[in-house]
């Protein structure tokens, strides 16, 4: 087997894992798993990593199952956590948990045939036919209080460090956690349960109940991923707009693109090691193409790029690379009219409005008129007349003179008019 811990740590995304988990990745085709929490019916880039990992897993020949937590979910992982989370009803819980299962079937193929096909499980599936008593029987009498106190995820809490206490429904989370992977050992095989490092007490638990239930002779490790921070400290995976999600029904493949290009200089290099399969002699090439140059953000394009074409398709990034030039590049009135509301109201976000009268356009009006009483853009005719002139007016990307009529042919997405003056100076007429 290639070694895949050796792959993890150069990529940044080795934290730490329990001893014999290499030796173990390295003897034979294995396999691992990674649980997802359903509190929202959709995944965020801040799950991004366990997802490329269980990629990477595939790809190194071991076979990765990922498992949504319906019955996890119920409880709420207390895990960095200060304050009890408020339980979610079944129907939301179903709803979040189909929508994980979307995004995740979008980068695992769990209908491959190959020896070492993904496999999706819900644990609500095991866990929603055991009693009480029996889980405290079979399960509970095997790990101690004092060990669960242990953990540092239940002893801040406990200690006051953080919230105020903690509920004996949050506190038997580890031994539900501990039992997935129990189960998941008894009936798929499965040897190894991965991470970010927030989950090392709760996955800990879980190697130490398979050692427990799964008889003298039962092995389990463990593996985690560090948690990803920008270079200033702050938190990985939020934009001012909250949260970068990976559905473009909740954040537009333009802004998930815009993110990424974004990053800083430090904030890319690490995250194209991270959060792309690119080798790393080709990394290593960007990083020094990108140190002589650094103007011209290699890294962030070609970070962008790859992750973009991941979680969208190689389409998309055509559409949002399209939609960066309409603001930065030379586009035309023709690009400007392929965009969608969503996007091109994102490519423009913060730029002047004004509405106009639908019969206004219809019968056409002229571009003075529309300049200066209808949007405001120019504060008169006259200075409105003196910019026409100066040839420093477009419309869609287009100059325009004096004489140009604006009528329900220039609409973008049927709607919109955009007028520019100079350069920079953008006002965006909404037709209502």
């Excluded at 034979?28 to 798993?33: N, V």
């Excluded at 095991?126 to 405290?136: G, R, Y």
């Excluded at 002139?389 to 869609?396: G, H, K, Q, R």
Aim: a negative charge.
């Amino acid at each position: 087997m290639k070694n895949l811990v050796e792959e993890l740590k150069w990529r940044g995304l080795y934290a730490d894992s329990m001893p014999g988990t290499e030796e173990q990745l390295l003897k034979e085709a294995t396999t691992a798993y990674i649980g997802f929490d359903p509190t929202a019916d959709s995944l965020h880039i801040g799950s991004m990593v366990q997802i490329i990992l269980l990629v990477h897993l595939k790809n190194f020949g071991h076979q990765p199952i990922a498992l949504v937590g319906g019955a996890t979910g119920m409880i709420g992982d207390p895990s960095g956590k200060s304050d009890e989370r408020n339980l979610l009803n079944e129907e939301t819980l179903a709803k979040n948990v189909a929508g994980i299962k979307s995004v995740l079937s979008r980068f695992l193929d769990f209908n491959s045939t190959d020896k070492n096909a993904p496999i999706m499980v819900n644990n609500y599936d095991w866990m929603k036919e055991f009693s009480f008593i029996d889980f405290a029987r079979e399960v509970g009498k095997r790990i101690t209080v004092n060990y669960m106190m242990a953990k540092d995820s239940v002893k801040k809490r406990l200690n006051g460090e953080i919230g105020e206490g903690m509920s004996f429904t949050e506190f038997t989370y580890q031994l539900i956690q501990g039992y997935d992977f129990y189960h998941l050992y008894k009936n798929n095989n499965c040897m190894l349960q991965m991470g970010g490092s927030d989950q090392w007490g709760n996955i800990t638990t879980g190697t130490e109940l398979v050692r427990r239930m799964g008889g003298e002779n039962a092995k389990a490790f463990a593996l985690t991923t560090p948690l990803i921070t920008k270079a200033d400290g702050s938190k990985f995976g939020k934009s001012e707009g909250g949260n970068i999600w990976l559905d473009a029904d909740k954040t537009s493949v333009y802004k998930f693109y815009q993110f990424w290009l974004n990053s800083t200089d430090v904030d890319a290099e690490k995250y194209i090691k991270i959060f792309t399969f690119l080798d790393k002699e080709v990394i290593d090439g960007l990083i020094e193409e990108h140190k002589v140059a650094p103007h011209l953000r290699v890294l962030q394009k070609r970070l962008a790029e790859e992750i973009t074409t991941f979680v969208h398709s190689k389409e998309e990034l055509e559409k949002a690379i399209q939609a960066s030039n309409i603001l930065f590049g030379n586009s035309s009135s023709e690009d400007l009219k392929q965009l969608d509301e969503t996007t091109f109201l994102e490519v423009f976000d913060g730029v002047p409005q004004a509405e106009i009268a639908r019969a206004d356009i219809e019968n056409g009006i002229n571009i003075v008129d529309v300049l200066n009483e209808k949007s405001g853009f120019f504060k008169s005719n006259g200075e409105a007349r003196r910019a026409l002139t100066a040839n420093s007016i477009s419309v869609n990307r287009e100059k325009i003179k004096e004489d140009f009529v604006l009528t329900a042919n220039d609409l973008v997405n049927n709607q919109f008019v955009l007028l520019q003056s100079g350069k920079k100076n953008y006002f965006i007429l909404r037709v209502v």
